[in-house]
């Protein structure tokens, strides 16, 4: 049989050709890194937070749910099946018991304003001292932080005066959170998050923090971001001007699509606006690693439209999903019920058929469907996800998938597997 007719000289060639796009993949599109992403992000002006607000929420949430039927009632109003009302209510009781806020975040941007430097610094420390009690005493999120004020002119000086008084205070006070997210909103332009990325280096190189330990999200609320002057896309280029640095691009709602001249009846997550905004942001973090968060809903549960409020919560929760964006933002306690309820429905309506297709795919059994080894990605990543926020149990996986935990977190993250074996 005859031999290749390529010769190590010519495979040697095109290795050194292919050299820098290797690179490329390597250090800018490393993937998803396997861990938990949380499901909401609650905004609450900085200085109401204390190390009780969590169990606060925890009360006022579940008080919501009762005075109106209960969990399994506001299952049948998100149109759930009255099995699945059920396995879903007894879940979100729990959730609303135990974590009912999975990322926090203190906000001294729109939520706060402007109360002068002196009020803002006091804030910005007496929030870092109860960011670290919280954390001491076991009632902080997983996940929590600061919005500061945007890079603009008239705010720049202020909002890194905070961050930095922020920061500063907790590494004083000991190790940080590992939880710790900070913000950087109202973004315009690549330079902005350059700047970002060289304050926070700077903080680590003073404060004695391992280089890249402070990583931030973006908030993405700025035509500006999504189509710049000379006609390309600003977020595009974000994560390949600091690679490794951002960790989530969140979609803020309003500012966005006041931007555009929508008119405030119809400032929407679902308006064409905003799907357009984050299809372009999927696209641009695609295999980054970084991370995705829809906006708000600015109707509350409260008064005589709770019933209704949650219907259109639940209904926007479920749509994010389906695009593919699991995280979104949550700005009253009552949200909460209708943001659990929808996600765990979600996640445990899909869970039979992608068990299945992830078992057949497992165990190489021919079934209705053929999958390749991308979309046995993403279901295991699906009942990851299910797994990671509480709607589905690790032994439910087990007996439905025939795989454990860890054998679904590498089936979810394959380069998780490779970087621990080299």
């Known amino acids: 049989m005859a031999g290749p007719s390529l010769t190590p000289t010519d495979l040697a060639r095109i290795d050194a050709a292919l050299a820098a796009t290797d690179q490329l993949l390597d250090r800018n599109y490393p993937g998803d890194d396997g861990t938990r992403q949380p499901i909401h992000t609650v905004y609450i002006p900085a200085d109401r937070f204390t190390p009780s607000f969590v169990a606060d929420w925890s009360a006022a949430a579940i008080a919501a749910a009762d005075a109106h039927g209960g969990l399994e009632n506001l299952g049948a109003l998100l149109g759930q099946a009255p099995e699945l009302a059920s396995a879903v209510a007894g879940r979100v009781a729990r959730k609303l018991a135990e974590e009912p806020i999975e990322d926090l975040r203190l906000d001294f941007e729109d939520g706060y304003g402007d109360r002068g430097d002196e009020a803002e610094d006091a804030d910005a420390v007496a ?65 902005q998050v350059k700047a970002m990325d060289d304050a926070v280096t700077r903080l680590e190189e003073v404060l004695g923090l391992p280089a890249g330990r ?54 929407s997550m679902e308006h064409p606006v905003a799907d357009f905004a984050k299809e372009v942001m999927q696209l641009a973090v695609a295999g980054t690693g970084i991370r995705l968060s829809d906006g708000s809903t600015n109707i509350i549960p409260v008064g005589d439209n709770v019933e209704n409020a ?16 699991y995280q979104g933002w949550d700005l009253h306690a009552a949200q909460l019920p209708s ?40 279901l295991a990543g699906f009942i990851l996800r299910g797994v990671q926020c509480g709607a589905i149990g690790a032994e439910e996986v087990q007996a439905m998938a025939g795989v454990e935990l860890s054998h679904l977190t590498v089936l979810a993250h394959p380069r998780l597997a490779q970087s621990t074996s080299k």
């Open 127 to 191: 929030a870092a001292q109860a960011v670290a009690a919280a954390v001491s005493a076991g009632t902080a999120p997983p996940f929590i932080g600061i919005r500061f004020k945007c890079f603009e002119a008239p705010t720049r000086a202020r909002g890194l005066r905070t961050l930095d008084l922020f920061v500063s205070t907790l590494a004083r006070l000991g190790e940080l959170p590992a939880g710790l997210v900070l913000t950087l909103p109202k973004v315009t332009t690549v330079a």
């Open 339 to 378: 943001r659990f309820a929808a996600s765990y429905a979600f996640y445990r309506e899909g869970l039979p058929a992608a068990a299945t297709r992830l078992r057949n795919y497992v165990e190489r059994t021919e079934g209705g469907v053929m999958d390749e080894p991308a979309t046995a990605r993403a």
């Open 310 to 325: 949650w219907k259109l919560h639940g209904r926007l929760v479920r749509r994010s999903l389906e695009r593919g964006y």
């Open 214 to 267: 402070l990583r931030f999200e973006v908030q993405v609320e700025t035509p500006q971001l999504i189509l710049g002057p000379d006609g390309t896309s600003p977020v595009a280029q974000l994560p390949h001007v600091v690679p490794g640095r951002i960790s989530a691009l969140h979609y803020g709602t309003y500012d966005y699509s006041a931007s555009l001249q929508i008119s405030a009846e119809y400032q």
